[in-house]
């Protein structure tokens, strides 16, 4: 399953650092990728959306589904 986020607050590589640990430590095995200058997250390798999201967000970001 794909998951994919708009998260309009990640502006950087630090952003995009942070969001991948904070969802690859809430859903070990999850692959993350992010285009920051879409600021689009794709998350594979699950289909958890609520911890997705919910790591994101715990990341101190705000992400919505895409």
Not at 3 to 26: N, R
Not at 34 to 52: E, M, Q, S
Request: glycine letters at 8%; proline letters at 6%; aromatic letters at 4%.
């Amino acid at each position: 399953m794909v998951l994919q986020y708009q998260v309009p607050d990640m502006t950087c590589g630090h952003c995009v650092k942070t969001i991948t640990g904070a969802v690859t430590a809430a859903v070990p095995g999850a692959a993350v990728e992010a285009d920051v200058a879409n600021h689009r997250v794709t998350v594979t390798g699950t289909d958890d959306k609520f911890a997705v999201e919910n790591a994101i967000r715990d990341a101190g970001y705000s992400p919505t589904p895409a």
